[in-house]
């Protein structure tokens, strides 16, 4: 299966700063099945970014995916309050289990 | 509106069976596979595995195959997964998830003690 490898595991920033989350695969994943969730305490993940760049509905331009074969990464421009929490990489190739990379969390 | 409504917590004791489930509405139901995903406690997400409703075909991720078993009611648009013999180390939250994760159940949590 391809393990995602999240870096860092913490990151420390302040209100109205850039976010910058890697995601590394150990094999090449087409980005249109890359995706990123956040999960709040308490909660069940929300989707964020789905085909590698493509915001689900609702979230705030803020928030930005790119990359493509072995690397991604998750964007927030300006961090807000409410940002920070975990973030988690995921690809869902068809042909392979899906996984999941062991999270970020973004910390003021 | 898309909704995944999942079943209550569940106490149970090792060696005991239990059957959660996962009941969608707001969409149709048979056009998206159903995922579950492990979360235990402070820890990351795990895929468990899939089931596709239209033909009940399930893919288990190899860290859970054997473990437990997904199965679907098609006619009520549920999925349910199960286990046969719990241990202490199936503590944890579950969800369920529509596809990949565009939608998700609100969590079962099941705590397995003697």
């Known amino acids: 299966e391809i393990v995602l490898t999240q870096s860092p595991g913490t990151l420390s920033l302040s209100p109205g700063e850039r976010a910058t989350v890697s995601c590394r695969a150990s094999q090449s994943v087409s980005s249109s099945q890359v995706a990123w969730y956040q999960q709040k305490p308490g909660q069940a993940p929300r989707l964020l970014i789905h085909a590698g760049s493509s915001r689900a509905a609702g979230i705030p331009d803020r928030f930005s995916g790119s990359g493509s074969g072995t690397d991604f990464t998750l964007t927030i421009s300006r961090l807000e309050p409410e940002d920070f929490v975990v973030y988690y990489c995921q690809q869902y190739d068809s042909s392979r289990p899906i996984t999941f990379g062991g999270g970020t969390k973004v910390e003021i | 509106e898309v909704q995944l409504v999942q079943s209550g917590p569940e106490v149970k004791k090792p060696g005991e069976s239990l059957r959660i489930s996962c009941k969608g509405s707001?969409?149709?139901?048979?056009?998206?596979?159903i995922s579950w995903v492990r979360q235990m406690p402070g820890k990351g997400l795990e895929w468990m595995g899939k089931?596709?409703?239209?033909?009940?075909?399930?893919k288990y991720s190899p860290s859970f195959q054997g473990h437990v078993t997904i199965s679907i009611d098609k006619s009520i648009n549920t999925a349910y997964l199960q286990w046969s013999s719990l241990k202490a180390s199936d503590s944890a939250m579950y969800y369920c998830?529509?596809?990949?994760?565009?939608?998700w159940g609100q969590g079962t949590r099941l705590t397995v003690s003697s």
């Open positions: 089931i596709d409703p239209r033909d009940a075909d399930t």
């Open positions: 998830a529509r596809g990949a994760g565009d939608a």
């Open positions: 707001g969409y149709s139901f048979a056009d998206y596979w």
